[in-house]
């Protein structure tokens, strides 16, 4: 029947979508990119592959060593209103994500976070290979990052939690596993939209700077999630602190910033994909 829509049938772009309400926008050709394979053996060969797991490494490491020194800035004063409080703790891994992204995007995708490349890794956006290489560099940046942050001023490091993070008094593990999982889809979502290549072609009038939404995700996120479990929703970010510290306090609840935030990712892949982009599906009318 004229007028009506279908989805998108196994990736192909077979049967055209209306424009929105309201505009004129003219829209590219767009064609799907495969899926990456699960193995690519020659990337091992490839200094690009190397270059990218250097580039993850070096961008985690600046986004502890920023973001963590911000905390203990914080936590040193003599009150919130003596620093930059809670907000400026948001801004700093925000404003960190916004920067590092854009600086990283163009060689190794400017991932930072284990739970973004499990994500992608679902939505077959890069190979195994990589996404374990990735959240190796990725975690040994965030060991490196706090280590430096611990050196300069260790006993202010080791009073102040270390930037570690901790379920706060209060919460129950299940609100802080909810508070990750919930702030991980977020940010994972927001990424997988704002790189969607065929948002780009469709909405080309509009020009959209990736790294800005996703770095306004992470304040968001971290603005409703830092009285509950100080925000991890990044795996790597919790575990340098995690290494740095090393007190009771940061190993105790620690498997939550690895299961949220996996769980999260692997949710706003399922949604992204199946919901969003309808991929696998072809509904009938």
Not at 81 to 103: D, N, R
Not at 188 to 204: C, E, I, N, P
Not at 211 to 230: D, E, M
Request: glycine share 12%; with cysteine.
């Amino acid at each position: 029947m004229e007028g009506k829509e279908e989805d998108v049938r196994l990736g192909l772009n077979k049967f055209p979508e209306k424009q929105p309400l309201g505009t004129s926008a003219q829209t590219k050709d767009y064609k799907e990119p495969p899926p990456a394979p699960l193995f690519e053996p020659g990337e091992l060969q490839s200094w690009s592959f190397w270059r990218a797991g250097i580039a993850e490494f070096m961008a985690t490491f600046l986004f502890l060593y920023i973001t963590v020194l911000t905390v203990m800035g914080v936590k040193r004063a003599p009150n919130m209103c003596a620093s930059v409080g809670i907000q400026g703790i948001a801004w700093a891994f925000g404003g960190m994500i916004f920067a590092l992204v854009y600086c990283t995007a163009g060689i190794s995708g400017g991932h930072i976070n284990p739970a973004v490349t499990f994500g992608l890794l679902l939505g077959r956006k890069l190979s195994l290979t990589r996404a374990i290489f990735y959240m190796i560099m990725q975690c040994l940046g965030a060991i490196c990052g706090a280590g430096v942050v611990k050196g300069f001023q260790p006993s202010i490091y080791e009073m102040n939690g270390g930037g570690a993070n901790v379920v706060s008094h209060g919460y129950t593990k299940g609100d802080g596993l909810g508070a990750e999982i919930v702030g991980t889809f977020v940010l994972v979502y927001t990424v997988f939209s704002a790189t969607d290549a065929k948002r780009s072609a469709r909405d080309s009038h509009v020009p959209i700077l990736a790294p800005l939404p996703i770095g306004f995700a992470v304040f968001l996120v971290h603005l409703a999630t830092i009285p509950i479990t100080g925000t991890g929703i990044n795996p790597a970010r919790s575990l340098g602190a995690a290494i740095i510290y090393n007190r009771d306090q940061a190993w105790d609840h620690h498997w939550i910033f690895w299961v949220g935030p996996f769980i999260g990712a692997a949710l706003a892949a399922l949604y992204h994909q199946i919901v969003i982009r309808a991929i696998p599906f072809k509904s009938r009318s």
